[in-house]
T-cell receptor, first 113, second 113 residues
Framework: DSGVTQTPKHLITATGQRVTLRCSPR?????VYWYQQSLDQGLQFLIQ???????AKGNILERFSAQQFPDLHSELNLSSLELGDSALYFC????????????FGPGTRLTVL | GENVEQHPSTLSVQEGDSAVIKCTYS??????FPWYKQELGKGPQLIID?????GEKKDQRIAVTLNKTAKHFSLHITETQPEDSAVYFC????????????FGRGTSLIVHP
């Protein structure tokens, strides 16, 4: 158990809908990262937050957005969902922005029908 | 940007044999190389990492070697056990939390009892 929690574990929804994925980092970790894992793309970095502020951005679509709250939990919002958004979404956390080691949560499996 | 190639995509071994997974990277500035193990239904878990100032690192039955000149690094698992069956990911990044790791596509290791 990495100490990173994610909810929900599974999410099934329809195209065009909007969903919110939630992540709680390990106790004391200030940095949160979001990744998308699909069969044909591997682990793709989406976005990083550090202590409430956006720190780095990867291949995140404009339909996707994220934020980190004062209690350090983070939410990833996915809107106007398409079939191709079906994937595993992982959150990872690290102690601070200068730390290399990331600890991953168990993921949220999103299925868009 | 960084590009990480990982081989093989699937590796099948008998219990007790050794397993080797190889990765190459493109950015000579990368100096931190973690390896993650992902079991079915779980998030990636860090199992070992190496920095560019060392050529080899061992932790019980697993070891990682790094050749900075050739820009490749490898994961070695000795005396494999069925519980080693999982997907293994390599990654490369510049040290420092503001840099995001680039992951390989993963190797599915199957250890037959």
């Amino acid at each position: 158990d990495s100490g990173v929690t994610q909810t929900p574990k599974h999410l099934i929804t329809a195209t065009g809908q909007r969903v919110t994925l939630r992540c709680s980092p390990r106790s004391g970790d200030l940095s949160v990262y979001w990744y998308q894992q699909s069969l044909d793309q591997g682990l793709q970095f989406l976005i990083q937050y550090y202590n409430g502020e956006e720190r780095a951005k990867g291949n995140i679509l404009e339909r996707f957005s994220a934020q980190q709250f004062p209690d350090l939990h983070s939410e990833l919002n996915l809107s106007s969902l398409e079939l191709g958004d079906s994937a595993l979404y992982f959150c990872a956390s690290s102690v601070e922005s200068s730390t290399d080691t990331q600890y991953f949560g168990p993921g949220t499996r999103l299925t868009v029908l | 940007g960084e590009n990480v190639e990982q081989h093989p995509s699937t590796l099948s071994v008998q219990e007790g044999d050794s397993a080797v997974i190889k990765c190459t990277y493109s950015d000579s500035a990368s100096n931190y190389f973690p390896w993650y193990k992902q079991e079915l239904g779980k998030g990636p878990q860090l199992i070992i990492d190496i920095r560019s100032n060392v050529g080899e690192k061992k932790d019980q039955r697993i070891a990682v070697t790094l050749n900075k000149t050739a820009k490749h690094f490898s994961l070695h698992i000795t005396e494999t056990q069925p519980e080693d069956s999982a997907v293994y990911f390599c990654a490369a990044k510049m040290a420092g939390g503001s840099y995001i790791p680039t992951f390989g596509r993963g190797t599915s290791l199957i250890v037959h009892p």
